[in-house]
Structure formats: structure tokens, C-alpha cells
């Protein structure tokens, strides 16, 4: 049986110092949910990273640009300074409800005590606001997936991945909902 995705929610805020926050809750149609099924039903496709309004706008321009082209421009697959294809589930390191909110917690105090006031400020306040407005949706049932682009190999990157000084993927999944949360953290 084919798995199908709903698009449940979307929420997106942007920093004044070009850091975002982007959260996706999705619903999949399947008896069995997993870390696979974010490449399998291609959840991280940059779509997801803007409002309907800029999708459409979006598509719009790229429309015009492959009637109309200019200059042929190569085009990157890329989810953050990562090229997506070569994302696995191996890139993700896995995390109870507890463990999420600790590696967070410890990313915001390494930055602080290496005077990074601004993004520590940035990703407390999303992470903050995450907690608050997914509060209902079984946050502490859920198994985290990690990805952080710091850690990923430089080869995996984008020849502008120097854009991000920071860029953090989060799969929330709940297995009882067969909902996936995936947000975004990020500065470029």
C-alpha cells in the first residue's frame, strides 16, 4: 500500500539577524512510520520551507525562467548547506523527548559561553516557541532525529554551504498519531 502524506502545519518566523525557524507537521497514512519515510515520501523538499503564498510565487518565476531562460544556471539540490541526495538516516543521531531538550539546552549554553549571544538568544527563543505551539501534539512520546549540518562531512555540503553558520534538522516522530514533525533551526 503507497503511503500518502497530509500537510497538517506549517509555521515559519525569521530573526532580525537572518536566523528562522521552520516546523512541518505532517500525517502519514501508513501502518508503520520511521526515519526512512521522510526520504521515501521526500518530506525535505524545500517547499516546505516557505508559505503557500511564496510557493506559488516561486514556481511562478521558475515557470518563467524555463520559458524564458537567460543563462543556463546549474541548479543545487539542497536541503539547508546540504546537498539532499546524499542525506541518510545515518546522518541523524536519535534522541528521546529528554535527550532532544538536553542537546538543545547544551547547544544554546556552548554558544553563550563562547559569546555567541545573538544565535544562543535566536535558537532559545525558537525552540521556546516550538515547545509552545506544538505543546499538543505528544512532544514527550515522540523518538527525535538529529541532524546537524556542523557534523556533517564536508563532502555531503554545497559549494555555498558558507552561507549557514549554523543549520539543525529535527524528525519528530509519533508512531501513535503517525505524525512526523520536522523542523528547521537555522542562520544564513
Not at 24 to 32: E, H, Q, R, S
Not at 163 to 182: A, K, Q, R, V
Request: proline share 2%; with cysteine; glycine share 2%.
Amino acid at each position: 500500500m503507497k503511503k500518502t502524506v497530509e500537510h497538517l502545519r506549517y509555521v515559519r518566523t525569521d530573526s532580525e539577524i537572518c536566523s528562522f525557524y521552520i516546523c512541518n507537521l505532517f500525517k502519514i497514512d501508513a501502518d508503520k512510520i520511521e526515519l526512512n519515510d521522510i526520504f521515501e515520501l521526500d518530506l525535505l523538499h524545500e517547499k516546505y520551507f516557505l508559505e503557500k503564498r511564496e510557493q506559488n510565487r516561486t514556481s511562478k518565476i521558475q515557470n518563467w525562467n524555463l520559458k524564458y531562460p537567460k543563462n543556463k544556471t546549474k541548479v543545487i539540490n539542497s536541503y539547508g548547506p546540504i546537498l539532499k541526495p546524499t542525506i541518510t538516516a545515518n546522518d541523524f543521531e536519535k534522541h528521546n523527548f529528554k535527550e532532544y531538550i538536553t542537546k538543545i539546552e547544551l547547544i544554546i549554553d556552548s554558544w553563550r559561553k563562547a559569546g555567541d549571544d545573538y544565535e544562543a538568544y535566536d535558537l532559545e527563543i525558537f525552540h521556546n516557541k516550538f515547545l509552545t505551539e506544538f505543546h499538543d501534539f505528544n512532544l514527550n512520546k515522540r523518538v527525535y532525529y538529529f541532524l546537524d549540518s556542523d557534523l556533517i562531512e564536508q563532502n555531503k555540503k554545497h559549494e555555498f554551504e558558507w552561507i549557514y553558520s549554523w543549520f539543525f534538522t529535527i524528525i519528530g516522530i509519533d508512531t501513535e498519531s503517525n505524525t512526523i514533525l520536522i523542523l528547521n533551526y537555522g542562520n544564513d
